[in-house]
């Protein structure tokens, strides 16, 4: 059997300034208009395009996660909207991911800090790159984790990041 890949990403900058009323409807910045396509065929060209994404419903979320699957041509309407991915607390992100979670694929969870970074730190057993450095999930970071022998996806250290990408680092090596 195929092994089981986890991106986790935080969605991609948002815009402070729009006069939206409600955090869950804010919309990406300029920058994270930017940042979000550059992610997006990054993933793409490692390889890493996912058969399921699962993603948290706010406004800058969906904006991401259109803009990042336009390089793999992800199917909108296969996206699972979690609405429980906002505001999610570890054990809420353990529960998604036991329940939507396709083993032996490439599965795409895109949330919000702090779950997102709580998440990884968790399944990683806390072994995180020393080159990732510094704020673990900035916006639009995506980490590439792969399950161990575990047999419980959601158990500790169950997983091992393989890969990590964010802007800043795209950037730099243009």
Do not use: C
Request: glycine share 10%.
């Amino acid at each position: 059997m195929k092994s089981t890949t986890l991106l986790v990403m935080r969605h991609a900058k948002s815009d402070w300034n729009t006069g939206q009323t409600r955090d869950f409807d804010r919309t990406l910045s300029e920058r994270g208009k930017r940042d979000a396509p550059r992610i997006g065929q990054w993933i793409a060209n490692q390889g890493y395009s996912p058969d399921r994404v699962i993603s948290s419903p706010a406004r800058r979320v969906r904006e991401t996660i259109f803009s990042v699957g336009k390089a793999w041509r992800q199917d909108q309407g296969s996206i699972v909207w979690e609405q429980d991915i906002y505001n999610a607390s570890l054990d809420q992100l353990l529960g998604i991911i036991a329940g939507d979670l396709v083993a032996g694929k490439i599965n795409l969870l895109i949330g919000h800090n702090p779950g997102v970074s709580e998440l990884i730190l968790y399944l990683s057993g806390d072994q995180v790159p020393a080159n990732i450095g510094g704020n673990l999930m900035p916006t639009a970071a995506v980490a590439v984790l792969q399950q161990g022998n575990a047999v419980n996806p959601v158990e500790y250290g169950s997983w091992k990041i393989i890969d990590y990408m964010k802007p800043r680092l795209l950037a730099d090596n243009n």
